[in-house]
Each structure stands twice: as C-alpha cells, then as structure tokens.
C-alpha cells in the first residue's frame, strides 16, 4: 500500500523556473526521503530528512518537512532539461522497517 | 564503486512458470530490498535480506520468495507467474537494515509475461 500521495501527479514547466513538488503521509515517521527516476532506469536518492528537522538543502534542492500536517514539499531551482524525471517521497514510518513510496510526480522540463 | 547490478535487464515467460532475478549489492552494502513496480500499484515493498536473514516482508503472496548469499547478492523468485507480476522489479542496497537509510538502486529488471 501506498502511504504517501504526491502532488500534484504531473508538471510541466519552462528551463530555468522553480518546480515544488508536494506529499502528504498518513502515520508518524521517522523520515522521509525523495528520489528520482528516470525512464526505464531505477531510483536515484535525492535528499532524507529526519523527523526533527524542518528543512534541508542539497545544491539546487530544498525539502521542507512539516510533521504536524504530515506533508514535504521539495523544491527544484533554476531547472533544467535533465531534471525532467518521475520524483517520489518515500517515508518509514515508526515502527515499520521498510520504506513505503508514493505515487509519484511527473516533472517536465522544457528547453 | 559499481552500483546495483541486476540481471537479467529484460525477461520474458509464460503463466504458470518460474523466474528468478539477481541483484549484486555495491560492494560493502550488506542489506539488500526488493520492490515490485507497476503502473498501477506503483512502488511495491517485497522484501529485504539482511546477513541472509529475512528482516522484513511486504504483503505479497508465498510465490515471491527470495535469498541472499554470503557475499550479499541476492535472488528473488516467483513460482507460478501470473499476468498481474509482469512489472519493474527493483533491487536496492544500503549499509545497514531498516528504511532509515538511502537506498541505491539498481535499474532494474523488466518482466513481462504472456
């Protein structure tokens, strides 16, 4: 089953805008991590953030947690075409010792 | 360092038979996890093998099974294929068991099934 919901599914933006993408989970966790995948390829680990943090950055990344509304939000900067990927928020929450992964958001970047 | 290696990349069967994937860990990663993906269901929990014990399970039926070997390459199998396992599994490594850790990713092995 799916813990957590990415929003929105799909996003297509313009080379050099901001992308935000969002997910909301349902139990208390531990952390929470996001990954990228491109076509045909596995998942590449992005960024984990810990339930005591509220944010972190890596490069152009920026992953806000807020745990009082169980949501993250990710933030690309000044995208670019190769950013263009599937982006999921994956969560292990309390006692469970496996990562549950969301459905996913489509980003497009566009040259 | 080598990533995730999994083989084969594609594989195609019938119902009713069986499979069996490989995935070769990134040297000095010692736990290895497997995820079914499809359009549908999208990212899966199988399982995850750590110093070859079984640590955790998703909630897939007895056909999926798996193991993992001294030196940390693992296989996964599925007796009886059915339609519905056609789909991307996913094998990913980390250093140590439990989801609090990153996990790498192989690119995967795509099952297809008539």
């Known amino acids: 089953s799916q813990q957590g919901e990415e929003d929105p599914q799909a996003l297509s933006i313009q080379e050099g805008e901001n992308a935000t993408m969002n997910c909301s989970y349902k139990?208390?966790?531990?952390?929470l991590q996001w990954y990228r995948q491109n076509s045909g390829r596995g998942l590449v680990h992005l960024i984990l953030?810990?339930?005591?943090?509220r944010e972190k950055h890596s490069g152009r990344l920026r992953v806000t947690l807020d745990t009082s509304k169980k949501s993250s939000s990710l933030l690309i900067t000044a995208s670019r075409a190769a950013d263009t990927a599937s982006y999921f928020c994956?969560?292990?929450?309390?006692?469970?010792?496996?990562?549950?992964f969301g459905s996913g958001t489509q980003l497009t970047v566009l040259p | 360092k080598a990533g995730v290696t999994q083989t084969p990349r594609y594989l195609i069967k019938t119902r009713g038979q069986q499979v069996t994937l490989s995935c070769s860990p990134i040297?000095?990663?010692?736990?290895v996890s497997w995820y079914q993906q499809t359009p549908g269901q999208g990212l899966q929990f199988l399982f995850e093998?750590?110093?070859?014990?079984?640590?955790n399970k998703g909630n897939f039926p007895g056909r999926f099974s798996g193991r993992q070997f001294s030196n940390s390459r693992s296989e996964m199998n599925v007796s009886t294929l059915e339609l519905g396992d056609s789909a991307l599994y996913l094998c990913?490594?980390?250093?140590?068991?439990?989801?609090?850790?990153?996990?790498?990713f192989g690119d995967g092995t795509r099952l297809s099934i008539l």
């Open positions: 040297s000095g990663h010692r736990s």
């Open positions: 990913a490594s980390s250093l140590g068991t439990g989801a609090g850790q990153p996990q790498h």
């Open positions: 994956a969560t292990d929450g309390g006692a469970a010792r496996q990562l549950t």
């Open positions: 139990t208390s966790i531990n952390n």
């Open positions: 953030i810990r339930s005591n943090e």
């Open positions: 093998y750590f110093s070859e014990t079984q640590r």
